[in-house]
């Protein structure tokens, strides 16, 4: 029992640190590519805007642009550091314009355009937040392509200048053909190339569309999922390794007490058996000195009933410490028809009636004596709940081809609609909540019965279509 625990507490910690690997994964991943796929809109946006040419940003333009809006820009043009005597400058990435002596340093100009880069605003809409990133050799690095159509659909200009993966032709007919779809946005796969495209209309009557390849922004969004799942993967799995080795201290501490809870079981049962018999010999020391009487047997059936509850007690702790005793090949088929037999004079006194259906020569391995209190346990269940007149019916036949076997153990039961199933298996648990119950018994033989099925790695289940209930069990 103690490693069903820990196998559990593997299970359900590494199922909950994949779910929140998927929680994160999913919305990172997401805005990843929403992300992609907005800046490539806004960039064709914006060369559609200005009539399917991307301007050129020079350094200076640039630099003014930062001025502007950036108030810790600093101009990195400065003096240089010259020697009194030699007149040197110092600095590799440095140099000099003319006699002037003025040193501009390239390194720290680039990197605080990297750092402080901004970009134009896009759209005729001066209150747009969305920004182009943009750089003076951004014109250089996009490639694009354009065409211009005219209201009746023809192509007036193709802009060719900065596309070398496509021949004219197959710009022309990309053109014409996503022109033709009527739609103003979308993605195109070529020979292994994404082209993203974006149409609108120019203010002299004109339909501008224009075409960029979007390769690499997809493919880097691709390798960014690709390895966000194969860290997430291994994240799981040094997870794994690592509640593996902790689980065993984890459980401990519910290893001990459900250790101790059998220990006080077992002792308390033996402790318990002692005064019992010594009550059950005054009983019937006191027989044969007056007689029988009604204070005497009520002494002896007390006593029976205390001892058999011992007994049960004990036989379900030893049953949770070990799988089963003694594995053999049986007939379960023989089984099951001895235990219908021995209890169909109790179901037929009672005035109710017993039928089965058991296949023929149904082989099991497991325990045979385990396994036969189990039938004895749903029979005598099924014999006190079953209405009055009413029939219990045990079935017994393979499953999923032969591989397993279904027991099914059926009584009518007309007040079952409404009821809790899912406490049945719970020990001492009675039906009727004040135990003042004519029935007979304890509480705790179907927690024996789902014990013994556990142990031989079965289920058990109830099922109720009115006015029938049935016990199910899959071994």
Known sequence: MIKKLQHQFILYSTLAIIILMVLLLIPVNLFNYLNRSSDIHDELQYIADNGGELPSIT???YKDYLKKNDPDYHDYDASPDVSSESGTVSGSSSSTSGETGITININSI??????????LKIGPDSTKTEYL???PESSYQIRYFSAIFDAEGHILTMKNDHISSLTEEETRSFAESCYASGQNSGMIHYNQMIYSYYGQPAEDG???LVFMDSTN??????????YSIIFAIFCTIVFLIIITFISRKVVQPIARNIESQKQFITNAGHELKTPLTVISANAEVLEMINGKNEWTTSIRNQVSRLTGLVN?????????????KHPEDMNLSAVSRQSA???RPVIEQQGKHLETVIDDE????GDQSALSELFNILLDNAAKYCDEGGTVFLTLHPRNHGKGIHLTVTNTYADGEGTDYTRFFDRFYREDTSHNSKKSGYGIGLSMAKQIVENHHGKIFISYRKPDISFHVTL
């Open 341 to 343: 037999e021995n209890f």
């Open 206 to 208: 004109t339909y501008i």
């Open 217 to 226: 922004d997809y493919r880097s969004f691709q390798m960014f999922s690709r």
């Open 59 to 61: 350094l200076n333009e």
């Open 110 to 119: 680039l990197y605080r355009l990297r750092e402080y880069f901004r970009a």
């Open 312 to 324: 049960n007690l004990i036989t379900l702790t030893r049953m949770q410490e070990t799988s089963f």
């Open 133 to 135: 990133e943009l750089t």
């Open 362 to 365: 149904l082989h099991f391995t």
